[in-house]
């Protein structure tokens, strides 16, 4: 951190994690494509050879569907720590085998914590340096964040990065799924 921004203002976003994204799978059953983990890992032993699985359940039939993790992996080829996290349906390893998965539906999942100023940030000179922090690797829109967090209509948002007043690291339709900081200057002209 600088420490020549003596007359800037800070603002830090979090991006909370409400819970997991649904797995985007079609049903066996009945065709519907959304699952949610059970919270579960399955690991099956065959000698010294083990599978393990992940265990999800149809949103809306409950069937439940194995995702492979490890197929006929040799005991000893898998990490112990994480072996016994398996064993355990540890929420942690659970949570980074339901991340890792390639279809992900991350409706709900997530909800905007901002600490704004209660003061008209529009009469106030000092550029805003906003920090978004993500508890979680959503891919949100930036468009959406903007608007979540001042309270802007869309197309105020467009108008604020259109004119530069809100710089931005990337496209405001870039998704973002990482910790970015980005500005929001005062108004040059109030009568515009
Ligand atoms: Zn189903």
Not at 117 to 141: G, N
Not at 155 to 179: F, N, Q, W, Y
Request: contains cysteine; aromatic residues 6%; glycine residues 4%.
């Amino acid at each position: 951190m600088s420490s020549i921004r003596h007359a800037e203002n800070k603002s830090l976003w979090v991006v909370r994690e409400l819970g997991l994204p649904a797995i985007v799978k079609t049903c066996v059953s009945c065709r519907f494509t959304r699952h949610h983990s059970t919270g579960k890992i399955r690991v099956n032993a065959n000698g010294k050879l083990l599978d393990v699985w992940l265990l999800i359940g149809c949103e809306r039939c409950d069937r439940t569907s194995k995702i492979p993790v490890h197929e006929r992996v040799h005991v000893q080829a898998l990490d112990h720590e994480r072996l016994v996290m398996f064993e355990n349906n540890d929420p942690a390893i659970v949570r980074e085998l339901v991340h890792a998965q390639r279809r992900l539906d991350w409706t709900g999942t997530w909800e905007l914590e901002t600490d704004m100023p209660f003061y008209d940030i529009e009469s106030d000179p000092h550029p805003l340096e906003v920090i978004v922090r993500f508890e979680l690797p959503a891919p949100i829109r930036v468009e959406k964040l903007l608007m979540a967090g001042f309270g802007l209509s869309r197309s105020a948002v467009k108008r604020s990065t259109d004119s530069g007043r809100i710089r931005l690291p990337m496209a405001v339709d870039a998704r973002a799924r990482e910790d970015f900081t980005f500005q929001r200057s005062y108004r040059r002209n109030p009568g515009r």
